[in-house]
């Protein structure tokens, strides 16, 4: 299967600050990528997407960038908030419909 | 709004006995899928589902089977439970190609 990994297993970081996720891929064929959330005890919740065809993508607070010279993914979290303390999953798609998931990383926000 | 629902949050079952995990999701999605996610490991694919009836293996799917008998229904299925079948499992669905949404998760014990 698919290779995706995360750089670091945990964050911390004060409230108010940017947070910065990051995740490397393997396939340099790979033309989608997704972010996932996971707070404790819920299933993962979808953030943010960005196509093989772009390497910048803004949602609301977050942003997503991908550099496929080295394959590589980020999450930008600005102004961190207490809420945003969860696990973050970055995922690969690999076919027509799955998906190969990272590990995830644990975001702390300190108050 | 997506939804994603899963029969039970928390199951205790014993060795050997059989288990029926369902999910069931309201927006005509095509695909279900199955995952279990285990700390350090992340996501694996166990099944997924393309369509009524059909079914595809992903990366673990010794000791599961599924049947998805109704477009909204998917349900895996242990059919001798194992201790290493301990886990949280993960269902989720999604249009074709699209962004997969999960339920919340069901954790199993198997003693």
């Known amino acids: 299967g698919e290779s995706v990994g995360l750089h670091l297993p945990t964050l911390s970081v004060q409230e108010g600050d940017n947070s910065i996720i990051n995740c490397a891929y393997s396939n340099s064929a790979s033309d989608y990528f997704i972010w996932y959330k996971q707070e404790s005890g819920k299933g993962p919740q979808f953030i943010i997407d960005?196509?093989?065809?772009?390497d910048k993508r803004q949602g609301q607070r977050v942003t997503v960038l991908l550099n496929k010279t080295v394959k590589h993914l980020s999450l930008q979290i600005a102004a961190t908030q207490p809420g945003d303390s969860a696990v973050y999953f970055c995922a690969e798609k690999g076919g027509a419909n799955n998906l190969f998931f990272g590990t995830g990383t644990r975001l702390t926000v300190i108050p | 709004d997506v939804k994603v629902t899963q029969s039970s949050r928390y199951l205790v079952k014993r060795t050997g006995e059989k288990v029926f995990l369902e999910c069931v999701q309201d927006?005509?999605?095509?695909?279900m899928f199955w995952y279990r996610q285990d700390p350090g490991l992340g996501l694996r694919l166990i099944y997924f589902s393309y369509d009524v009836k059909m079914k595809e293996k992903g990366d673990i799917p010794e000791g599961y089977s599924v049947s998805r008998e109704k477009k909204e229904r998917f349900s895996l299925i242990l059919e001798s439970a194992s201790t290493n079948q301990t886990s949280m499992y993960l269902c989720a669905s999604s249009l074709a190609g699209g962004i997969q949404y999960f339920g919340p998760g069901t954790r199993l014990t198997v003693t």
């Open positions: 927006m005509d999605h095509e695909n």
């Open positions: 960005i196509r093989s065809n772009m």
